[in-house]
């Protein structure tokens, strides 16, 4: 029996991808001369990277890409994002259902993304999810204590304390599961010393997410339900 599910956010419970890609390409139409590169926009979209990262790879002179450039080009992002990127996302088919059956088996859901919260906050709105998972389970790029997946830091100096100073509840990890599409989830998984459900269907490069042999494989989210009956 899972006592605690942490799902990624882009490619798992929600289809971002079109989101991502259209809030990249506006950014580099607002802030530069040159047009993003659709191909490593790909890459990097099923590398899981952050915007930072993303960014700095982009960037069309990456030795003059510094800290003060990054925080523009993600404060332009996110601006753009709340206004053009949050209409193109949709929940994947399933979700409400495995989000209610989680539920009623009373097991914590948390999310763990490199989006921030109120990104993620409000796409659960839009999409009728809100009210399933609890807003201090949310953890996003800028949660205090957090760190990008796959360090276990968002698991072990964020999630064990709030779920046991705010819930009463204390966490075995080999009693959480990890629901993620790519490298990063499954190596969180591994970090925290959890179980990890592949959803196949997400961004994650294929063959390097089955290289690393994740004990469940989902093709759509009514299957993480069954797994979690099962």
């Known amino acids: 029996m899972f006592t605690l599910a942490i799902f990624d956010f882009d ?3 929600f289809n971002t991808h079109e989101s991502i890609s259209h809030t990249i390409k506006l950014t580099f139409d607002a802030l530069s001369a040159h047009t993003s590169p659709q191909t490593e926009i790909h890459r990097l979209i099923a590398s899981g990277a952050g915007l930072g990262d993303t960014f700095r790879a982009l960037y069309p002179s990456p030795g003059e890409f510094n800290s003060t450039i990054e925080n523009e080009w993600i404060e332009k992002y996110r601006a753009l994002y ?3 990127g949050q209409q193109l996302i949709k929940a994947f088919p399933g979700a409400k259902d495995l989000l209610a059956e989680l539920n009623i088996q009373k097991v ?3 999310i ?3 989006k921030g919260v109120a990104a993620v906050k409000t796409a659960l709105q839009r999409n009728g999810l809100d009210g399933y998972v609890p807003e201090d389970l949310i953890i996003g790029d800028k949660t205090p204590g957090a760190k990008r997946k796959p360090d276990p830091a968002s698991f072990v100096d964020v999630l064990i304390p709030t779920l046991r100073e705010s ?3 204390e966490i075995e990890p080999e009693n959480v599961l990890v629901i993620g599409d790519t490298v990063a989830d499954i190596q969180f998984a591994r970090n925290i010393g959890g179980k990890v459900c592949w959803c196949r269907y997400g961004y994650g490069d294929q063959e390097a997410c089955q290289e690393l042999k994740p004990q ?3 093709d ?3 299957e993480v339900v ?3 009956r099962s």
Request: charged residues 10%.
């Open 112 to 114: 763990v993304s490199n």
């Open 220 to 222: 759509s989210l009514d």
């Open 108 to 110: 914590p859901i948390a």
């Open 82 to 84: 709340a206004t053009h």
């Open 167 to 169: 819930y009463g509840v």
């Open 11 to 13: 490619g798992t419970l």
């Open 226 to 228: 069954e797994i979690l």
């Open 216 to 218: 469940f494989v989902a």
